[in-house]
């Protein structure tokens, strides 16, 4: 098991956002990266939690859905 954390950034994040983390060698994917582009929050979060990754949204309603 690793201690680095890894990270899933959904459709709303910039696509800069993602260049500049794999830049400084930081484990990023993406919803494009995985054909997940319009799906709902939800498949969003357990894909993330499948892969061992934080979701990284700038959805504003998305603590109502986790919590």
Not at 17 to 35: F, N, Q, Y
């Amino acid at each position: 098991m690793s201690n680095k954390i890894k990270f899933h950034l959904d459709e709303n994040m910039p696509k800069a956002v993602a260049i500049e983390l794999r830049r400084l060698g930081i484990d990023v994917m993406t919803t494009p990266d995985k054909a997940l582009i319009g799906r709902v929050d939800m498949d969003q979060q357990a894909f993330a939690n499948q892969e061992e990754r934080v979701l990284v949204t700038r959805d504003d309603d998305f603590l109502k859905i986790a919590s």
